[in-house]
């Protein structure tokens, strides 16, 4: 019943930017660290930024001082900011996270089904 939901994705010019949010529903006991990576076509998924539950975060060094990640855990929601978008970085972005379902008191991790990021030049 956990599920992740992305929303914010879409066409840009570079140098724009883009605010993408991922939203945790369902049978929720307990948040761990949220992330976001990404997949361009052809290439493996790779790490975007994290952040832990309170609010330390870490950066891929190609997007770092151009995005922001941050949480608001009484909306069990992550964002990611992106500035100054590079053509490079269109991909898929995926929402992750640490999640402790009240079904299986454990934690797993969760994925979203990904939100599509264009960057024209």
């Known amino acids: 019943q956990v599920q992740l939901e992305e929303s914010g994705g879409g066409l840009v010019e570079a140098g724009g930017s883009l605010r993408l949010s991922c939203v945790a529903s369902?049978?929720?006991?307990?948040?761990?660290?949220m992330g976001w990576h990404r997949q361009a076509p052809g290439k493996q998924r790779e790490p975007v930024a994290e952040?832990?539950?309170?609010?330390?975060?870490d950066y891929a060094v190609p997007v770092k001082g151009r995005f922001t990640i941050s949480r608001d855990n009484a909306k069990k929601t992550v964002y990611l900011q992106m500035n100054s978008l590079k053509p490079e970085d269109a991909a898929v972005y995926y929402c992750?996270?640490?999640?402790?379902?009240?079904?299986?008191?454990?934690?797993?991790?969760?994925w979203g089904r990904g939100t599509q990021v264009t960057v024209s030049s």
């Open positions: 952040i832990t539950w309170h609010g330390v975060t």
């Open positions: 369902g049978g929720i006991f307990g948040l761990g660290n």
């Open positions: 992750n996270a640490q999640i402790k379902d009240t079904a299986y008191n454990e934690y797993d991790d969760y």
